[in-house]
């Protein structure tokens, strides 16, 4: 069993709502002509939801956080990502870093926010913050 008392590769619900949510990011990130090099990247105990470039300009690796919160009953997503969580999301892309084949270019930490769409076509809200941290 994990450490949340599920068998090993067996998803809960909130995480498989975490993947669908990190999914439409990168679809979107594609379309807009970002490169996705690595998701849901462990390093250590910490993980990265998404490595990519940014074409620019200027072409950036971007580390991007995916949040996805069902309501706002306890604030926005934006407010989960604390001054530990930042921490450790710096710490990990800096590790990854020093041993990865990455392209050599300015590091950029973005927060990509994604609820459930109140939108008449019933597509997710999305909000996407650039060098959020």
């Given at each position: ?6 068998p090993?590769?067996v ?18 990130l594609?379309?807009?002509?970002w ?53 450790r999301?710096h ?9 990865a ?6 590091v ?13 076509d ?10 959020a941290?």
């Open positions: 069993m994990s450490a949340g008392g599920q090993p590769g998803r809960t619900s909130r995480q498989r709502e975490g993947d669908a949510a990190e999914d439409l990011v990168a679809r979107r594609q379309e807009a002509g490169s996705i090099l690595a998701r849901q990247l462990h390093v250590g105990r910490a993980e990265l939801d998404i490595v990519a470039v940014d074409p620019g300009p200027p072409r950036q690796l971007v580390i991007v956080e995916v949040r996805r919160r069902g309501r706002r009953d306890f604030g926005l997503a934006e407010e989960t990502v604390d001054r530990r969580k930042r921490i999301l710490q990990a892309a800096w590790r990854w870093l020093e041993t084949d990455a392209p050599r270019l300015p950029r930490f973005d927060l990509v926010v994604v609820e459930p769409g109140h939108r008449p019933g597509e997710p809200v999305v909000r996407h913050h650039r060098a941290f």
